[in-house]
C-alpha cells in the first residue's frame, strides 16, 4: 500500500549516487589544488551544489515527497538566500556612503 | 501509516529548516569575515589538512549511502540488512569524529587556538609571512565554531542512530512502518550536507593565495 508514494529504490541507484559523490569529491580536491584565482570558489561551490542536490533529491528522497514537503524544503533555502543577499547588501553597500562603524 | 510517514517526514524538514537558518548564520558571518580580510582567510585556510578533510568528505558519503541502504532494507522487511547498515553508518561517523580529534590536535599543538597563546609562527614555517594575528583568529574562531557544532550534531546522529539500532534490533521496523529509521536518515543526511560546504569553503582555500603570489 505504502510502495506507491515511496517507492522502494534498487540499491544499484543508490551505488551509482554515492559513486557520483565520491567522483565529485576528487573532482573538488583536483580543482582545488589548480589556480584559477576566483573562479576556485565559484568551481567549489558549483560541486558543493550539486553534491547536496544529489543528497537531497535521492538519498533524503525529496523527489519522492508530497508537494507540501517540496514546498517547505524549496522556501528553506530560498530563505537562506534572502539571509545573504539582504546581509550583503547591507555589508558590501556600507562604505559607498560613508556609514561609521563599517 | 502512508499520511502518518509523511506527517513526520514534513515536521523533520521544517525542524531541518531551522537547522539550515542555524548553520547560515554561522555561514553569512563567514561571508561577512571572509570579504573583509581576504588574505586572512587564504593564509588561515592553508593550515587546515586537505587530504584529512578530503577523506572525511568521503567517510561522511560512504556513511550516507550506508544510511540510505539501512532505510531500504526496512522498506524491504530485512532486519539483518537495517542492523548491519546502522551499525556501519555509526562507524562511519565514528571514524569522522576521531579524524576531526587529530586535526584538532594538530591545531593546538601548532598554537592556533584564537585566544593568548595564539600565534601566527606556524603559518610562518608554511610560507605565510606577514600573516595578520587578529585577522587569522577571526578565521580560527569561524573554524573552531564551524566545524565544533558540526561535530556537535555528528554526536547527536551517533546517540541518534544508536537508538535506531536498539529498536532495529528489537525488530520495530516493517515494510509499512519505518517512520523513524527514515527520518533519522533524514538527519544524518543534512549532517553530510553541511560538511559538503564546510570543506570547499574552509580548507580548500589555503592552496593558493600567499603573500606576493
Known amino acids: ?102 | 501509516m502512508e499520511q502518518q510517514l509523511e506527517a513526520s517526514i514534513l515536521g523533520m524538514w521544517i525542524f531541518l529548516v531551522t537547522e539550515i537558518m542555524f548553520f547560515g548564520g554561522l555561514f553569512m558571518a563567514y561571508l561577512v569575515y571572509r570579504t573583509m580580510y581576504p588574505q586572512a582567510w587564504l593564509d588561515g585556510s592553508a593550515a587546515l589538512d586537505v587530504p584529512l578533510g578530503a577523506l572525511n568528505t568521503a567517510v561522511l558519503i560512504c556513511s550516507s549511502l550506508t544510511m540510505v541502504l539501512s532505510v531500504r532494507a526496512a522498506q524491504v522487511g530485512s532486519r539483518r540488512g537495517q542492523i548491519v547498515n546502522l551499525i556501519l553508518t555509526i562507524l562511519f561517523g565514528t571514524t569522522f569524529l576521531v579524524v576531526k580529534y587529530f586535526e584538532y590536535a594538530a591545531k593546538f599543538e601548532h598554537h592556533l587556538i584564537p585566544g593568548p597563546h595564539f600565534s601566527v609562527h606556524y603559518l610562518e614555517e608554511l610560507g605565510r609571512t606577514g600573516a595578520d594575528p587578529f585577522s587569522t583568529q577571526l578565521f580560527f574562531s569561524l573554524y573552531f565554531i564551524m566545524t565544533g557544532i558540526h561535530a556537535a550534531h555528528m554526536v547527536v546522529g551517533i546517540g541518534l542512530m544508536s537508538v535506531i539500532l536498539l529498536m532495529a534490533w528489537r525488530g520495530r521496523f516493517t515494510p509499512d512502518y519505518y517512520g523513524p529509521i527514515e527520518v533519522s536518515g533524514l538527519y544524518w543526511h543534512f549532517v553530510d550536507i553541511v560538511w559538503i560546504f564546510l570543506f570547499p569553503l574552509l580548507y580548500l582555500l589555503g592552496l593558493h593565495g600567499g603573500h606576493g603570489a
Open chain 1, 1 to 102: 500500500m505504502s510502495h506507491t508514494a515511496h517507492p522502494v529504490v534498487s540499491v544499484r541507484l543508490f551505488v551509482t549516487i554515492w559513486l557520483l559523490l565520491m567522483g565529485f569529491t576528487g573532482l573538488t580536491v583536483l580543482a582545488g589544488y589548480q589556480d584559477f584565482g576566483f573562479m576556485n570558489t565559484i568551481i567549489a561551490l558549483s560541486i558543493a551544489v550539486t553534491k547536496a542536490s544529489l543528497v537531497v533529491l535521492f538519498f533524503m528522497g525529496v523527489r519522492h515527497n508530497t508537494p507540501l514537503t517540496k514546498t517547505v524544503v524549496i522556501a528553506g533555502f530560498c530563505w537562506l538566500f534572502i539571509l545573504f543577499g539582504l546581509g550583503m547588501s547591507d555589508y558590501l553597500t556600507r562604505p559607498w556612503i560613508g556609514v561609521p562603524g563599517r
